[in-house]
C-alpha cells in the first residue's frame, strides 16, 4: 500500500514500462486490474515452508529470470526480498539500504535511509529520485473499483447522513485501544450530532470487538467488519468522512484516500509508518518507553500508552476535524 505512490510516478514518467508487481498473495486482491500494473506476482509466504510447493516456486522464480527485467526494485530491503530480487536476474537492481539483514549487499544501487528517519513512503519514493523519477503529489492513490463500488452500494445504499469509520483492530494487541473506548466515543459522537452514523471495520476474527461498539448504538452503526474483500474497504472508507483506527492497514488504505484519519498509537512511531500526510495529527499518550516497538507489553501498567487516551479527547479531535469539511 504504501509503495503506491512510487508506481504512480513511476509510470506517469515511464508510461510504455510494462510493471511486473511482486507481493503477499493475500493482498493481491487489492491491485487486481490496476491500470499500472502489468501482471501480479503472488508471494506465497505460508506455502514456501512446505518442500511440497518448491517445485511452483521454483517454477515462479525461472519465470522472473525469464522475463529479462531492466529493473529489480526492492522496496522492502530484506533478506528475503533481497533474495528474490538477486534471483530476478534483472539488468539493474535497487533497493533499500536497511543493512541489518544484509540485502543491500545484492543491489547495484542501495539507496540510504535520510538521517531524520522519514516515513516509509517518502523513503521508498527517495528511490525513485535516485532513479531520476519527478517526485510531486498530483497521482490518484487509489483509482476507484466500479464493481466494488456497486456491491458497496448493495450492501450499504447512501443516505445523506454523515458516516464514521471505526476501526478498532490491529494484528498486535498491544496496538489495540481498548473496544470500549471505542464504544464511549461513540456514544458521545452520537450524543453530539443526530445525523452521524458508523461503518465498523475489521477482519473475520474482529467481531467481538465490533460487536462491544455496536451495542452502544445498534441503529447508527452498520458492522462491515468479515464482510468485506479488500477491494470493497477501500470503496466503504471512500464513501466515509472520517476513520478513527488504531495502526493498521485500514489506515494506510484511508490515508490513501486523502480521508481524514485520526490514528490512536501506541508502541509504535507515527512519524514512521502513521497515516501518510496526516501524521503529526496521529494521538498517542506520552509514556518514557513509548514508542517501544515491541508486539507484547512490558510496562508496569499495561497498555497504559493507548489506555491513557481518553474517549473524550478523541471525540473533541472528530468534532474538530469534521467541523473542516
Given amino acids: ?9 513511476l509510470k506517469q514518467q515511464h508510461p510504455e514500462a510494462e510493471v511486473h508487481w511482486w507481493l503477499a498473495a493475500d493482498l493481491c486482491p487489492l ?54 530480487a538477486w534471483l530476478a536476474n534483472g539488468t539493474f537492481t535497487v533497493g533499500l539500504e536497511l543493512e541489518r539483514e544484509g540485502a543491500h549487499l545484492v543491489y547495484d544501487l542501495a539507496v540510504p535511509r535520510p538521517r531524520d528517519k522519514p516515513h516509509a513512503v517518502d523513503w521508498y519514493l527517495a528511490i525513485a529520485r535516485a532513479l531520476g523519477i519527478p517526485v510531486h503529489d498530483r497521482y490518484e492513490w487509489l483509482p476507484p473499483r466500479s464493481l466494488s463500488a456497486r456491491r458497496i452500494e448493495t450492501l450499504w445504499p447512501a443516505t445523506g447522513d454523515r458516516w464514521i469509520g471505526i476501526n478498532p483492530g490491529a494484528r498486535w494487541d498491544n496496538k489495540r485501544w481498548p473496544a470500549e473506548h471505542f464504544a464511549e466515543l461513540v456514544r458521545l459522537l452520537a450524543e453530539r450530532d443526530a445525523n452521524v452514523r458508523f461503518a465498523l471495520f475489521g477482519g473475520p476474527g474482529d467481531w467481538q470487538l465490533t460487536d462491544i461498539i455496536q451495542r452502544v448504538a445498534p441503529d447508527r452503526c452498520v458492522n462491515f467488519a468479515g464482510r468485506t474483500e ?29 480521508l481524514p484519519v485520526i490514528a490512536l498509537f501506541g508502541p509504535t512511531a507515527p512519524e514512521q509508518t502513521g497515516p501518510y500526510g496526516q501524521t503529526q495529527l496521529a494521538l498517542r499518550h506520552p509514556l518514557p518507553c513509548a514508542p517501544c516497538m515491541k508486539s507484547r507489553c512490558h510496562w508496569a501498567e499495561p497498555l497504559a500508552c493507548l489506555r491513557g487516551i481518553s474517549p473524550a479527547s478523541v471525540a473533541d479531535e472528530v468534532s474538530r476535524r469534521l467541523a473542516k469539511k
Fill in 1 to 9: 500500500m504504501q509503495a503506491l505512490p512510487f508506481l504512480r510516478l
Fill in 31 to 84: 491491485l487486481e486490474g490496476d491500470p499500472d500494473i502489468t501482471q501480479l506476482i503472488p508471494f506465497e509466504r505460508r506455502r514456501w515452508r512446505s518442500p511440497r510447493y518448491w517445485p511452483q516456486g521454483l517454477a515462479q522464480v525461472m519465470a522472473l529470470r525469464a522475463a529479462h527485467y531492466d529493473w529489480v526494485i526492492d522496496l522492502q530491503g530484506l533478506a528475503r526480498s533481497a533474495l528474490f
Fill in 230 to 258: 479488500l477491494p470493497e474497504l477501500v470503496e466503504v472508507l471512500r464513501r466515509c468522512e472520517l476513520l478513527v483506527t488504531n495502526d493498521t492497514g485500514p489506515m494506510h488504505l484511508a490515508a490513501a484516500l486523502r
